[in-house]
């Protein structure tokens, strides 16, 4: 789960990290009052789900409340990355004298958390990576210690040579571990962590993410999700307890166990195909759940032939056979479907489903080059 920017930063205050004071607003008056509240020039945030706001024009300098609002008037109702603002931060400018990156992610790798930092933060910096990897410091933390102070202080030398700065952004670096582990997150960035010419550290930016299995016992974090920032299939399949992720191709997949459905993309893309979505239906089965798969998976106009590929075994065949029937009772499918079932109750399934003119194969490679061949012919 991602969070927004002012989100972010209230745990990252909480935590102490120095960040300026502000507040968030979703019309423009509400963005003049707290800029006369605050006083001074103030900086315009776009509160989206993306990157990179700055260079799309989300966030501005306003010198009175009454060019926040302005500022705010444009800003909100922007689109940006394919997201909509709807809301805007409102801070007190900072003054910059240098700006740098500092991260916490989870690393697959090492299966532990990873910080990473460079002196080239402001921008993008996938592109630091890319053009200067020099540029880049990653240090690999053991999680039964944390963050060690030598970690923090010898990071914190890359980035700066002054001592005094130094030791505020090892400071701020073991505030965000703390941040980091003491809400389950998956990523929690500083970009840009700058410099003033009075020599202050402080996080100008947060971005933070959450790993979804934190929520159940974090109901304080799941309360920050924003649907409406998501992809509405993705909404839509969390409410139905189904394993959800929208994709780009053109084929729909349902699948039961998320190694079958691991499988089945990668055999899709082995016949040229492009999957739609990951779905994982789960291991029991009940009707429901396949109507609900199918509501999401024909609501996405890019999908132009859907597979269904069932190894029964606590999934009984017969119970999906029933949801696919239930669903084509229920609302019109204007796309093939070809299903591929075997297992539990399979005579029964196939029985059902020649019930409705629809038959049933029981190979997956041969149901693969089927949904790609259709898919093929319709795009
Ligand atoms: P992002 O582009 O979506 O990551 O948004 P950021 O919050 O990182 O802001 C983008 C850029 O705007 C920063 O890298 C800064 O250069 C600039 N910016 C943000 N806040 C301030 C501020 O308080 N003062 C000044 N002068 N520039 C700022
Ligand atoms: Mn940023």
Same mark, same amino acid.
């Given at each position: 789960?991602?969070?927004?920017?002012?989100?972010?930063?209230?745990?990252?205050?909480?935590?102490?990290?120095?960040?300026?004071?502000?507040?968030?607003?979703? *019309?423009?008056?509400?963005?003049?009052?707290?800029?006369?509240?605050?006083?001074?020039?103030?900086?315009? #945030?776009?509160?989206?789900?993306?990157?990179?706001?700055? #260079?799309?024009?989300?966030?501005?300098?306003?010198?009175?409340?009454?060019?926040?609002?302005?500022?705010?008037?444009?800003?909100?109702?922007?689109?940006?990355?394919?997201?909509?603002?709807?809301?805007?931060?409102?801070?007190?400018?900072?003054?910059?004298? *240098?700006?740098?990156?500092?991260?916490?992610?989870?690393?697959?790798?090492?299966?532990?958390?990873?910080?990473?930092?460079?002196? !080239?933060?402001?921008?993008?910096?996938?592109?630091?990576?890319?053009?200067?990897?020099?540029?880049?410091?990653?240090?690999?933390?053991?999680?039964?210690?944390?963050?060690?102070?030598?970690?923090?202080?010898?990071?914190?030398?890359?980035?700066?040579?002054?001592?005094?700065? !130094?030791?505020?952004?090892?400071?701020?670096?073991?505030?965000?571990?703390?941040?980091?582990?003491?809400?389950?997150?998956?990523?929690?960035?500083?970009?840009?962590?700058? *410099? *003033?010419?009075?020599?202050?550290?402080?996080?100008?930016?947060?971005?933070?993410?959450?790993?979804?299995?934190?929520?159940?016992?974090?109901?304080?974090?799941?309360?920050?999700?924003?649907?409406?920032?998501? !992809?509405?299939?993705?909404?839509?399949? @969390?409410?139905?307890?189904?394993?959800?992720?929208?994709?780009?191709?053109?084929?729909?997949?349902?699948?039961?166990?998320?190694?079958?459905?691991?499988? &089945?993309?990668?055999?899709?893309?082995?016949?040229?195909?492009?999957?739609?979505?990951?779905?994982?239906?789960?291991?029991?089965?009940?009707?429901?759940?396949?109507?609900?798969?199918?509501?999401?998976?024909?609501?996405?106009?890019?999908?132009?032939?859907?597979?269904?590929?069932?190894?029964?075994?606590?999934? @009984?065949?017969?119970?999906?056979?029933?949801?696919? #029937?239930?669903?084509?009772?229920?609302?019109?499918?204007?796309?093939?479907?070809?299903?591929?079932?075997?297992? &539990?109750?399979?005579?029964?399934?196939?029985?059902?489903?020649?019930?409705?003119?629809?038959?049933?194969?029981?190979?997956?490679?041969?149901?693969? @080059?089927?949904?790609?061949?259709?898919?093929?012919?319709?795009?």
């Amino acid at each position: 789960m991602n969070l927004h920017e002012y989100q972010g930063r209230a745990l990252f205050r909480a935590a102490g990290i120095p960040m300026p004071d502000g507040d968030v607003a979703s *019309t423009p008056s509400e963005a003049e009052s707290i800029a006369r509240r605050v006083g001074g020039t103030v900086v315009v #945030k776009a509160q989206v789900h993306a990157g990179g706001r700055g #260079k799309a024009g989300g966030v501005k300098l306003a010198k009175t409340p009454g060019e926040a609002g302005d500022a705010a008037e444009r800003i909100l109702g922007m689109t940006i990355k394919g997201l909509v603002v709807q809301k805007v931060l409102v801070v007190p400018a900072a003054e910059i004298a *240098t700006e740098a990156y500092v991260g916490l992610v989870m690393d697959r790798a090492s299966q532990r958390p990873l910080l990473i930092a460079s002196p !080239a933060g402001g921008i993008d910096i996938e592109e630091v990576a890319a053009k200067t990897p020099d540029r880049i410091r990653r240090v690999i933390i053991d999680p039964r210690y944390g963050l060690l102070p030598h970690q923090a202080m010898g990071t914190a030398f890359f980035l700066y040579r002054e001592i005094a700065a !130094a030791r505020a952004a090892a400071r701020i670096m073991e505030q965000l571990y703390q941040v980091f582990t003491g809400n389950g997150c998956s990523l929690a960035e500083i970009n840009p962590l700058v *410099t *003033t010419p009075d020599g202050r550290v402080m996080a100008l930016d947060a971005k933070v993410s959450i790993d979804d299995n934190e929520l159940d016992r974090r109901p304080d974090l799941a309360l920050l999700r924003d649907e409406s920032a998501e !992809a509405p299939s993705e909404v839509q399949a @969390r409410r139905a307890n189904l394993t959800f992720i929208k994709l780009e191709g053109n084929v729909g997949c349902v699948v039961n166990g998320a190694g079958l459905a691991m499988a &089945t993309m990668d055999l899709v893309k082995f016949y040229g195909g492009e999957p739609a979505n990951f779905l994982d239906i789960g291991g029991s089965s009940n009707p429901e759940k396949v109507v609900n798969a199918l509501r999401i998976i024909t609501s996405d106009p890019k999908v132009q032939a859907i597979l269904f590929n069932i190894f029964g075994g606590i999934t @009984r065949t017969d119970d999906v056979a029933n949801g696919i #029937k239930a669903a084509l009772a229920q609302f019109p499918v204007r796309v093939p479907i070809v299903v591929r079932l075997t297992g &539990t109750n399979e005579a029964e399934a196939v029985k059902i489903l020649q019930g409705i003119g629809m038959t049933a194969l029981s190979d997956m490679d041969e149901a693969v @080059r089927n949904v790609v061949g259709l898919a093929r012919e319709a795009a």
